[in-house]
């Protein structure tokens, strides 16, 4: 996914209200950007971190800069790391399009945000006269607080977890159901769950799996010009 314009790097100020950023750009302008996660951002928010922000040319927005991604250093040097919740449907959708996931390659067609069971939405529904359908739910994973370890969730998330029983139900159903966990960031060659942030997620993805529910995590490359899914790595148990 290519950014329309290099992203413009700057220094956070401060995050507040969840959804702004107040940021000191390397103009010398400060500005207010918007903050596209609804998370806590455990460990992505210090004061005078470096940050990359879009910027939109819409004269309807109220801040036409986007915070997109903010450099964090877990002791073995600065990595890119993509806060935008919006972007990890778009990526997985490409990536797929692109037969560059081989676990959900093959489909013969794909649809986006297509409404299922009670009341949701799936992020993407893939769909063919052989394999029949294949539900894929996309979750962002930023958070790492070991070298090379990403988790998941960074704040408690009952979504999260209602997402997962949704899939089980398609799987008892007799279809296929995926859980993708796209992370964010490049340093990231193993994926667990933040099980003492969120013991019930934790245990929600255990009774999924058991349901038949299959998971796999994808790691990105970033730069301020775009964003790549990258490689598979191992999904493993928390503290391995």
């Not at 958070?143 to 949704?166: C, N």
């Not at 007799?174 to 003492?196: E, N, P, S």
Request: glycine share 6%; hydrophobic share 40%.
């Amino acid at each position: 996914m290519k950014f329309p314009t290099p992203l413009v790097r700057g220094r956070l100020v401060r995050r507040y209200k969840r959804f702004l950023a107040d940021v000191a750009l390397d103009t010398g302008d400060e500005i207010t950007a918007t903050c596209p996660n609804t998370g806590s951002m455990r460990g992505l928010t210090d004061p005078g971190s470096v940050v990359w922000l879009s910027v939109s040319d819409s004269k309807t927005r109220k801040y036409a800069h986007t915070w997109e991604m903010v450099e964090a250093d877990l002791g073995q040097g600065p990595t890119l790391v993509g806060i935008n919740t919006n972007h990890p449907n778009r990526l997985v959708a490409e990536a797929v399009s692109e037969a560059r996931i081989p676990e959900i390659a093959g489909y013969a067609t794909a649809r986006r945000e297509v409404k299922y069971g009670l009341s949701s939405r799936i992020d993407l529904l893939l769909e063919d006269p052989a394999k029949g359908l294949a539900y894929v739910e996309v979750k962002n994973v930023h958070l790492s607080r070991t070298p090379g370890l990403a988790e998941f969730p960074d704040s408690v998330t009952e979504r999260g977890a209602k997402h997962l029983r949704e899939l089980a139900a398609m799987v008892e159903a007799g279809h296929r159901a995926v859980m993708v966990y796209l992370i964010q960031r490049a340093d990231a060659d193993r994926f667990t769950f933040a099980a003492d942030i969120d013991p019930k997620y934790a245990e929600a993805y255990t009774l999924a799996c058991a349901a038949g529910v299959e998971a796999i995590a994808y790691a990105c490359t970033l730069t301020p010009e775009e964003i790549t899914i990258a490689r598979s790595v191992p999904i493993v148990a928390p503290h391995d």
